[in-house]
DNA sequence: CACGATACCTGTAAGC
DNA sequence: TGCTTACAGGTATCGT
């Protein structure tokens, strides 16, 4: 589930929990996620306070004055549940903190996972160090997309999923960035014309803080009402409406399946460039 | 190297 | 009602 927008949402709600709290109890209820919990994960986190939190891509990062970082990933089904008052089916890791409060990472499919390493070597991390530029960051810009995008015979789709080259950008708001800037799923990367890209360049950024404005507006005193982090509402153009009408045109939006994922589009808004064939 | 298919795991909704 | 199937917002790995 949770693409760039909804790990920031998340982690922006946990801020006001954590920031500046010591973890008093970190209980793990199982001994893996997608992959084997950290060695001694409560023992290394209980004692220490948080000092920062933030974000890189999909992952969330929770930096402790031991010099250590947590880093979280939530996979498809993951969440963050803030005083959960009772404890659940799937509440696989529970965080205790000075000031009373306790949140719990939730992940049915445990597709997620958690790490701790130290700070310094966080962004060299194996599962952070091949990412591409955030594209709210300052590296994003025309330079970016013309480069991943030149010479490829992937589709526009599989580009933009690809983590290595444009960090943060999921089935999701991949779907509605290409919706809002007429490209088709399926048109090779090379094949996107100079205009497409145009029109490109401001549709990921917006999409995607269009998204956190909706998820910051849910979370009330920064947490949802049923005290979970990680999911929220927002109204799509064209993902999930397979056979409704386009929000731009009359047309009826379309489902494709890519690398085995769902691909919405308007077939009317959105065309493969003259003389292009699908990749 | 670049790409697609598959596996991982559980829950939910739709179809029969 | 019950059983079966398809599908779900991600990513690591393994083929071709």
Redesign the pocket.
């Known amino acids: ?3 760039l927008p ?1 790990v920031e949402t998340v982690m922006r709600g946990l801020t006001p929990v954590w920031q500046g709290q010591r973890f008093t109890r970190v209980v793990a209820n199982r001994p893996d996620l ?1 992959r084997p919990l950290p060695e001694g994960l409560g023992q290394r986190l209980t004692g220490a306070t948080v000092v920062r939190l933030g974000r890189r ?2 992952y969330g990062l929770v930096e402790t004055d031991r010099g250590d970082t947590l880093i979280i ?1 939530l ?3 993951g969440r963050m549940r803030v005083d959960p008052g009772v404890l659940e ?2 509440d696989h890791v529970v965080f205790e903190t000075a000031n009373g409060r306790i949140v719990a990472f939730n992940d ?4 997620g996972s958690l790490d701790l390493v130290p700070t310094e070597a966080a962004t060299a991390h194996p ?1 952070l160090a091949g990412i591409g530029p955030e594209p709210l960051g300052p590296d994003y810009g025309l330079a970016l997309l013309t480069r991943i995008f030149a010479e ?4 526009a789709k ?1 580009i933009l ?1 690809d ?1 290595r080259l444009i960090a943060g950008l ?3 708001y991949v779907c509605e960035a290409l919706h809002r800037a007429g490209i088709h799923p399926e048109t090779p ?1 090379g094949a996107v014309t100079r205009r497409q890209l145009d029109r490109l360049l401001p549709a990921i950024p917006a999409v995607l803080e269009e998204a956190i404005a909706a998820g910051g507006s849910t979370l009330r005193d920064h947490v949802a009402p049923d005290g979970t982090l990680g ?2 509402q927002k109204d799509f153009a064209v993902y999930g409406r397979e056979g409704d009408t386009c929000t731009t045109c009359a047309a009826t939006v379309s489902r494709i399946v ?5 691909s919405f589009f308007c077939p009317s808004c959105q065309t493969l460039p003259k003389g292009s064939r699908k ?1």
């Open positions: 589930m949770p693409e909804e997608r891509a999909k990933h996979g498809m089904s089916k799937h049915a499919r445990r597709f599962l490829r015979l992937a589709p599989a999923l983590q999921g089935n999701i990367g999911y929220f890519q690398s085995g994922r769902s990749a």
